[in-house]
């Protein structure tokens, strides 16, 4: 808690409140706490870098990648709130798979018609897949496992939230000529109204931030005039920060002091949902500009897409089991995969047919997926077996 949160707890004010904002306040916790970064190659423009490369044998030592993470979570909280994984795909053909995939459905989409709306941006100003991990998983489950079977970006998940995360992405291709977003935070608390926002207490703006990590990977190139995310590094600190970033001069201080760092095909940026950020304008003639947007959920929140996951762990599976036995992946970056899209939380449930068993909670989706794994389960035996507990776990069987 920083000394402007401690004053309003002094002082019994348990609701903040727009007009009440400081630009004063904010602009005195843009600062550098002066905490050594252990792991970064280099700090550019206040952001740390991470060369994944670098990293890769600290990935697969536990107590070095604890350590690792602690430094992410340090950076994400009370640091400059975003990092840079450079080269986390240090083989860029599962990005490149991922792409043929991405621009076939925004083909497909676009000939139906479809014109998806943006949060921050005009309806049609750029291409959109809403839903984009669902709709990989089961268009390509091979292209799914090869791109989420990537530790680098399990890591980070973990580091941020925990264990049992939600996956869930939107791909955004900004064409040449695309204008820049505003100045925002992201969801939860940022994708209120002002109204709304001012009605949960002062902890639960603390909070909010803690229930999602927001990330993109960049599937082309991004030199600094196609636009790449506008990042105010430190800003997640400000408390009041999900009711200010809607007012003129806090949006005016963004636009004097944002930075922006190039990204390469394979890089990776992660930051704390309540950093001031906008994508930026492309000024190029001829980049267009493809991110995977990874909105990460806690087990503990919402996340803010519902995806059919029983599906898509019925398309994967037959790719796990298949490289597991032949050794073309490893147990952890399977895991990876697994965790990018199975439901690891087992709750919310029907403990009537779903009953904890040999502990307090019933078996997650993600502990299901990895027992077949295990024991080598044919599929139609595993999707039997998904389906039960589908239907255990499904509301409209309450009263059967």
């Known amino acids: ?44 423009q206040g952001i740390p870098v991470y060369d994944c490369r670098v990293l890769e044998g600290a990935l697969h030592d536990a107590p070095c990648r604890a350590q690792l993470q602690a430094e992410w979570a340090h950076v994400l909280r009370d640091g400059a709130g975003v990092l840079v994984l450079a080269r986390a795909y240090a083989d860029t ?21 479809s014109r998806a709306a943006d949060h921050f941006a005009k309806a049609g100003a750029n291409d959109r897949i809403w839903n984009a991990q669902q709709k990989l998983c089961l268009e390509a489950p091979a292209v799914f496992v090869d791109y989420f079977a990537n530790l680098p970006l399990m890591a980070v998940c973990e580091a941020w939230l925990g264990p049992c995360y939600q996956m869930t992405s939107q791909v955004n291709v900004v064409r040449p000529g695309g204008e820049a977003q505003q100045a925002h935070r992201d969801y ?22 803690c229930l999602t990590l927001q990330g993109a990977v960049a599937h082309s190139d991004m030199p600094v005039e196609s636009g790449p995310t506008r990042l105010l590094p430190y800003s997640q600190r400000y408390a009041e920060g999900y009711l200010a970033w809607r007012r003129n001069d806090f949006r005016e201080y963004f636009e004097a002091h944002c930075v922006q760092l190039p990204l390469a095909r394979g890089d990776a940026v992660f930051f704390n949902p309540a950093l001031f950020h906008a994508a930026g304008a492309n000024r190029t003639a001829d980049v267009r500009r493809m991110a995977n947007l990874l909105q990460v959920s806690s087990a503990m929140g919402r996340a803010m897409e519902s995806l059919d996951r029983a599906s898509m762990c019925k398309a994967i599976y037959p790719v796990l089991r298949e490289r597991r036995a032949n050794g073309r992946i490893g147990e952890a970056a399977a895991f990876a995969a697994i965790a990018a899209c199975a439901e690891g939380y087992p709750f919310p449930t029907n403990l009537d047919r779903d009953p904890p068993v040999g502990g307090l909670a019933p078996e997650s989706q993600q502990a299901l997926v990895q027992r077949a794994l295990r024991e080598g389960w044919e599929p139609g035996r595993f999707a039997a077996a998904l389906s039960a507990q589908s239907a255990r776990r499904d509301p409209a069987n309450a009263a059967r």
């Open 1 to 44: 808690m920083n000394q402007h949160e401690v004053r309003a707890a002094q002082s019994g004010r348990q609701w903040y409140v727009e007009s009440e904002c400081s630009l004063d306040a904010f602009v005195n916790q843009l600062h550098d706490d002066g905490s050594p970064l252990r792991f970064a190659s280099d700090v550019k």
């Open 93 to 113: 053909q599962p990005v490149d798979a991922a792409t043929a995939v991405f621009e076939a459905i925004i083909r497909a989409e676009r000939e139906q018609g």
């Open 188 to 209: 939860h608390l940022g994708f209120q109204t002002i109204a709304a926002a001012q009605r949960f207490p002062a902890h639960v703006h603390r909070l909010s931030a």
